[in-house]
């Protein structure tokens, strides 16, 4: 007997759960490989995963790269980060695996670990670090600073040079932070995704 079954696939933002031991170990849908040199994004309405823009830069994501369900960026992220309002996405999460995960649109269970707190135009555009729940090397890890030095180095690095245009870069790393505060930025994404998204869903 078969088991089951979704009669469609669920939207990746809305339909899929955060998961039942978040905000510690939350699911993330990845879009993004470390091998990529196109930026793919979800689209919004559809669901589907498209093609947001090639790669300005050479430089490609040193970690796995996507977004935390039934989360959303507005007034309770802004007010963590001093900002006057959040960038209105999905909460964004990267995350380190020992194995190669060649593919996007997949999901998977990140255990998060810290942060970095971006401003891109003026907005607040957390970037959740996390690492593969149960990964042979990177499992164990709890904190951000437990990380190697060169590593979260190479993530600043991305995102503070991964928008770059002539005449400036509307980008900038204001800090990062540990587990605690990721925590924080993640049940105040829920909190805004309830605000703002919750009531509109099936």
Known sequence: MLPPFAASRPHPWHGLDIGAEAPSIVTAYIEITPYSTVKYEVDKVSGFLKVDRPQRMNALPPMLYGFVPRTYC?????????????????????????????????????????????????????????????????????????????????????????????????????????????LDVIRAAQLDYADALAQSQP
Do not use: Q
Not at 111 to 136: N, P, T
Not at 155 to 161: C, D, G, K, S
């Open 74 to 182: 507005g007034a309770s992220i802004a007010a963590l980060a001093g900002t006057p309002r959040g960038d209105g996405d999905p909460l964004d999460i990267c995350v380190l695996s020992e194995r190669v995960i060649d593919r996007a649109d997949i999901i998977l269970r990140a255990r998060v670990v810290g942060g970095l707190l971006m401003v891109d135009k003026g907005e607040a555009d957390d970037k959740i670090v996390a690492v593969l729940d149960g990964d042979s090397v990177w499992g164990e890890v709890r904190e951000l600073t437990s990380l190697p030095r060169a590593l979260v180095a190479r993530l600043r690095h991305y995102f503070e040079t991964y928008k770059l245009e002539p005449g400036g870069n509307p980008v900038r790393i204001e800090h990062e932070y540990g587990r605690d505060r990721a």
